[in-house]
């Protein structure tokens, strides 16, 4: 079954959808951060019940720079044309904010992958954003 998770919000708040190349690949990443942490504490949680605080760790293991910039370069083989487009774009692009616990490599790379995963999402394809996820977890050997 198909989800598009972002029209879904779109119909139930009367919001007009933009064409996706009026975005800037930080918007984009704004979005696919959100994303990407979604996917992984539903992973986390579906696997039963935990104390928060673990989830929490957990997570923030999972979600950091260093970890998305692993799963892009393992990733890079397998992506389109277009994802590796945007990835470029976002990583790239001029963050305001400085990388706190990453190097500036890992959080561009990151931001790439954000972007990517922003992309993905506001076309409405969740199908490939748990593709590469998948495959970004296990390629980078990250254990969820």
């Known amino acids: 079954m198909a989800v598009d998770l972002n029209s879904y919000f779109n119909e139930k708040f009367n919001i007009e959808p933009k064409d996706i190349r009026t975005y800037s690949p930080l918007t984009l990443a704004y979005i696919g951060d959100s994303i990407y942490d979604l996917v992984i504490r539903s992973i986390l949680v579906n696997k039963g019940n935990t104390p928060v605080n673990k989830l929490h760790q957990r997570a923030s293991q999972i979600v950091k ?6 799963m892009i370069l393992a990733l890079m083989d397998e992506l389109t044309e ?4 945007w990835y470029r774009r976002g990583r790239n692009s001029k963050p305001h904010t400085k990388a706190k616990n990453a190097s ?7 931001t790439g992958f954000e972007a990517v995963l922003g992309y993905l999402y506001l076309t409405g394809d969740m199908d490939r954003i748990c593709e590469l996820v998948t495959r970004g977890l296990e390629l980078a050997a990250v254990e969820v």
């Open 104 to 110: 500036t490599i890992d959080y561009l790379d990151a």
């Open 82 to 85: 277009e994802e590796a487009d």
């Open 65 to 70: 720079a260093p970890t998305q910039a692993a």
